[in-house]
């Protein structure tokens, strides 16, 4: 079993619509959580760390639910410029160094 | 503002030929890393170094070895190369704060072994 898991999509939305990803995690020592976007042929950018408590940044909200090993992400009112593959990762040290990735969710917004 | 560059950014090698994929990074950054990416994998940890002079394994180290030249430097190294290794392989570094980290990623480098 992979250590982080994302459905790999792809997830067509049309432009407004809400998406939600979920990533799964199977190492209870993981200690940060993070969101990554990655456009095509491009590197990873980091969109938002995850706390516990959730966090919101613009039409992106993410969270955390340990109980569970599950990190989401949401995003409202899509625009065509969300399209990109997102990537969930987590790492074992408080500093977030030396992550762990799944494989992406490729998301496409259609006009 | 160069952040991390990683040199060459395409490569063809014949199966068994050497080469060195190049970093640097210019945040003065303790940290760095190498991953290679693969369809249906994600990225996943070659090698790391937390710091000038130290170096450990990641997930996938066979087929390769790293060099942390200084601060600024750690290049990755196929002794001899195989049609496995084809991929795309990212550098990063990060700097450890208190607040936690952000890991800035080099924009790659395609691979292909034949």
């Known amino acids: 079993r992979k250590e982080v898991e994302q459905d790999p999509g792809p997830f067509n939305v049309p432009e407004g619509a809400t998406v939600a990803f979920n990533c799964t995690y199977s190492?209870?020592?993981?200690?940060?959580f993070f969101w990554y976007r990655q456009d095509c042929r491009k590197e990873p950018k980091l969109l938002m760390s995850?706390?516990?408590s959730g966090n919101e940044d613009g039409r992106f909200t993410a969270q955390l639910n340990r109980a569970s090993q599950y990190i989401s992400l949401l995003i409202r009112d899509s625009k065509l410029s969300d399209s990109a593959t997102y990537l969930c990762?987590?790492?074992?040290?408080?500093?977030?160094?030396?992550?762990?990735f799944g494989e992406g969710t490729q998301l496409t917004v259609n006009p | 503002n160069a952040g991390v560059t990683q040199t060459p950014k395409f490569q063809v090698l014949k199966t068994g030929q050497s080469m060195t994929l190049q970093c640097a990074q210019d945040?003065?950054?303790?940290?760095m890393y190498w991953y290679r990416q693969d369809p249906g994998m994600g990225l996943r940890l070659i090698y790391y170094?937390?710091?000038?002079?130290?170096?450990d394994k990641g997930e996938v180290p066979n087929g390769y070895n790293v060099s942390r030249l200084n601060k600024r430097e750690f290049s990755l190294r196929l002794e001899s190369a195989a049609p496995s290794q084809t991929s795309v392989y990212f550098c990063?570094?990060?700097?450890?704060?208190?607040?936690?980290?952000?890991?800035?990623f080099g924009e790659g480098s395609w691979l292909t072994v034949v």
């Open positions: 190492n209870s020592a993981s200690q940060s």
């Open positions: 990063a570094s990060s700097v450890s704060r208190a607040s936690g980290n952000t890991i800035y």
């Open positions: 945040m003065n950054h303790n940290s």
């Open positions: 990762a987590t790492a074992k040290e408080t500093s977030g160094s030396r992550l762990t």
């Open positions: 170094s937390a710091s000038e002079g130290t170096t």
């Open positions: 995850v706390y516990s």
